[in-house]
């Protein structure tokens, strides 16, 4: 059976049914994928411990479904095609059996090292094709991975491989980026120095920089796989066993791990994957994300895997050698499916069309946005003259947590609006809540974006820490899966994201909490407290503004500590969360209970110069002239 469904009177009559009958739809959709042994119960679920289980008492592996059962047709067909971040050198591609065959041996070799099933991996790689095999290898074994996008310092490194307790970090010498070489061993040599969990570090060679081996720790990759079996017989998993843990950020406190499992994932992100993008037998898709995130995950290794579709790794990014890189890559492929964030849309629309319209993009079919709103202005510009107004925008709603798709168009079957996700995928129940927990049932009315019933690719913990996962999911509105987002439905019944409602701005389609950067700020020696907001960034959909006391009076020093603020988060996280723009001020807006008014510095940051509301509760309401006089 295809998972596919072919026009929109399909889609409602399966929505419907999925909403009626979710077990015996999702059963039903379940049943075309390959089971060691078949599940009890469809679901079992409760949102209030939360306890959520999908295909209990089923047994599965997944790389066998997308892999070994994929054989038998696909052998020779092209699983990836990987273009390389230098436009003069060339690619490689790996066919499905070959992909069977390396995962097979890196399988193995993590034998070798002592991998059983449950053990946790950290993957912190470039994209390239050795860490699609590293992945799936330690799915094949049983070990859960985690993987840190390569962008991340070593202090955030060691933060996740701590928390994971992980025995393993699989990473490179270092990757390619534009004209830069950015060096990843001796990242995680800094990482990990203080992380006793950790047995063994494989490295795999990308940019020939030879670093110092630790001896007893340090393994080639190669020099692990090399000569291994092409056979491994795929580890039983349990239906609601681990697959992966991907840490994501939240209102509070530091990154949470993210936990999906074995079964429910599988079948959702493959059942979403053909659905959203339409793909069909002989397709080229190519999802520009990194594997360091969700969408990496889900929409370059899970699903189009599953799916058994041909897909592009890209290791490069959109403006090198120019603003044309990416056209250059779907012309060179014959992309069908074309899917990326709309920081990258908005980039190289800055660029002009003169170099869209040199490459041939005929081949397109369908051209996909996720990770923020995507701007009216962006929409239009992707519409016409990327999909030359022929080809639909899906507008792809989702999050780490709920592991694929949930909102968005199918492909060329549903009705488009710009700006609007548009419509759940079946098996998906989106609610909009007001303040006090009531459905909102008006069109255009702005609410909290809740979920009333499971999915099966929902998360379901957050690793270690179970009441954690509660309380930032499960208990803002009882019996309800809460997003963070806010939203409106329009009178056809299309969603549109408004954006976060909690403290967790999206800069580049990244996610950060306000507390995570202010920690990060507040490492610096020179800070005594600071608060930070997200403001509009034409790129990059929102800015980080951060206000920061300093012990310092001294104003020409002020330029080398706000170089030196940005080194603190530079190490603390990464160079993706420096801020955009750091105000030095004399004292942060405080209520007389300590809370700092973060309505009045977010609209501050976007420009405001008065009309801040009621400042009564203020401890000293001069802070504010201050403030906006020297505001940037
Ligand atoms: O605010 C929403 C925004 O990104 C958040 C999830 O971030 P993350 O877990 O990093 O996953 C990103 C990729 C799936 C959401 O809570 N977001 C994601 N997609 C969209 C979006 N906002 C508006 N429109 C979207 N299409």
Known sequence: MSLRIQSFEEYQANYKNSVENPEQFWGEIAETFFWQKKWDNV??????????EWFKGGQLN??????????PERANQVAFYWEPNDIHAEGKSITYQELHNEVCKFSNGLKELGIEKGDR????????????????ACARVGAVHSIIFAGFSAHALADRVDDAKAKLVITADGLNRGTKKVDLKSMVDEGIKNCPSIENVIILNCIDSQPTMQEGRDIDY?????GQSTMFQAEKMEAEDMLFILYTSGSTGKPKGVVHTCGGYMVYTSYSFENVFQYNEGDVFWCTADIG?????????????????????????????????????????????????????????SHGTDIVNEYDLSSLKVIGSVGEPINEEAWNWYYENIGKSKCPVVDTWWQTETGGIMLSGLGDLSPMNPTHAGYPLPGIQPVLLDSKGNEITENEKEGYLCMKFPWPSILRTTYGDHERCKNTYFSNYDGYYF?????????????????????????????FGTAEIECAINTNKFVIESAVVGYP?????????AYVVIDIE????????????????????????KPDKIQIVTGLPKTRSGKIMRRILRKIAEGEKANFGDTSTLLDPNVVDSIVENSI
């Open 43 to 52: 679901l079992d679920w409760n949102f209030n411990e939360p306890s959520i």
């Open 62 to 71: 997944i790389t066998e479904n997308l892999l070994d059962r994929h054989l």
């Open 121 to 136: 991996v950290c993957i912190y790689m470039p994209m390239v094709l050795e860490s699609v095999v590293a992945i799936l």
């Open 222 to 226: 190669y020099q692990l796989i090399n």
């Open 293 to 349: 995130w969700i969408t990496g995950h889900s929409y370059i290794v899970y699903g189009p895997l599953l799916s058994g579709a041909t897909s592009v790794i890209f290791e490069g990014i959109p403006t090198f050698p120019d603003a044309g890189r990416f056209w250059q890559v779907c012309e060179k492929y014959k992309v069908n499916q074309f899917y990326t964030a709309p920081t990258a849309i908005r980039a190289l629309m």
């Open 483 to 511: 997003t963070g987002d806010g939203a409106k439905r329009n009178k056809n019944g299309m969603y549109r994201i408004i954006g976060r409602v909690d403290d967790v701005i999206n800069v580049s389609g990244h996610r």
């Open 537 to 545: 960034h034409d790129i990059k959909g929102q800015g980080i503004y």
């Open 554 to 577: 001294n104003e020409e020093d002020y330029a080398i500590i706000q170089s030196s603020i940005i080194d603190s988060v530079s190490n603390e996280i990464g160079r993706i969360a």
